[in-house]
């Protein structure tokens, strides 16, 4: 497994994904080649063959064609080997109805939990066989120039939620189609008015937005133009 320390020790919004590879449910996988030109999303699970973690690589599964309708590509992580992996995506598929198709990174020695920082230090009793600290639920949404869009950080023992893990990706491909000239607003979801950023004038935003209201000088809210490639 080669893998690269980040410079500062730190990921945050903007940092770059450290690079990695590593054997996974189905073979060896360097990262930045997995992705491509694509989104990515990396979540990580405590432990093989536990119940919250197959709800939701089934439900993952499930909705993996509407995140590939939106160029983007799903990684699955979680401490035990490949071998346990394919018998746990068996597991998978039989109690959700899915069919799992992405990988699931193998790290047993948590080399990827801890450069990704995903080891849980909140709950002591969170360990394996060995006595090692399991994950927790950690979610990146990667760009295709391998920037960290999103960090959500879930404790072990609450699922997440994929529909607001599509939505985040709605919302900030939507943002970078429009030039970053808007943000969303609160539960916003394709259709919804967005918010134009205030870097962008009055007098820019009517012309882009011909549609867009004001609510307060700092709030002003449009619908999105039909035709938007030229923003």
């Not at 346990?84 to 948590?110: N, Q």
Request: with cysteine; hydrophobic share 35%; charged share 25%.
């Amino acid at each position: 497994m080669s893998i690269p320390q980040p410079q500062n020790g730190t990921l945050r919004l903007g940092s770059t994904a450290p690079n990695f590879t590593a054997d996974s449910s189905l073979g060896d996988v360097t990262f930045y080649d997995y992705i491509g030109e694509n989104w990515c999303i990396l979540f990580s699970h405590p432990d093989d063959f536990t119940p919250v973690c197959t709800t939701e690589l089934g439900a993952f599964a499930k909705l993996e064609p509407e995140f590939t309708k939106r160029g983007v590509k799903l990684i699955g992580l979680s401490v035990n080997d490949s071998d346990s992996h394919r018998a746990w995506i068996k597991d998978i598929d039989e109690i959700t109805g899915s069919r799992l198709s992405f990988p699931i990174i193998a790290d047993p020695e948590r080399k990827i939990a801890l450069l990704y920082d995903m080891i849980d230090y909140q709950d002591a009793t969170n360990i394996d066989d060995k006595g090692v600290q399991l994950t927790i639920r950690s979610v990146f949404i990667i760009d295709p120039s391998h920037k960290i869009r999103l960090i959500m950080t879930y404790p072990a023992s609450c699922g997440r939620n994929t529909a607001e893990v599509l939505r985040v990706i709605d919302s900030l491909q939507t943002s970078e189609k429009m030039g970053r000239k808007i943000t969303t607003p609160i539960n916003w979801v394709p259709g919804d008015d967005v918010i134009i950023a205030p870097t962008v004038s009055d007098n820019e935003a009517s012309k882009l937005f011909p549609k867009f209201r004001s609510i307060k000088p700092y709030l002003r809210l449009t619908p999105l133009p039909k035709d938007s490639s030229n923003i």
